[in-house]
């Protein structure tokens, strides 16, 4: 799955449930992902594209083998980054 994909479902989700939605409230919910879809940034997007470059840039160098980039100090600085627009 690409990468917006993965940024800008985990980021809507966590909008839309920041707060318990009452049951049968459709308009409720309609508000909310229409709020959280609004307030996405093109800087939130772009730092989505950097922090998926610096990820493939470490497949590449692990020669296509699996990476965890959750220990990788090239990629903390965008994680940082994405939590400071965010």
């Not at 980021?11 to 459709?26: A, L, T, W």
Request: a positive charge; aromatic letters at 8%.
């Amino acid at each position: 799955m690409h990468p917006l994909c993965f940024f800008l479902w985990g980021h809507i989700k966590s909008k839309i449930y920041k707060k318990p939605i009452e049951e049968n409230d459709i308009n409720g919910l309609v508000h909310r992902i229409y709020h959280a879809f609004t307030e996405i940034t093109p800087e939130m997007l772009k730092h989505t594209v950097k922090a998926y470059k610096e990820r493939l840039k470490m497949v590449l160098k692990a020669n296509g083998n699996l990476i965890d980039q959750h220990n990788n100090e090239e990629n903390d600085k965008t994680a940082s980054d994405m939590k400071t627009i965010a």
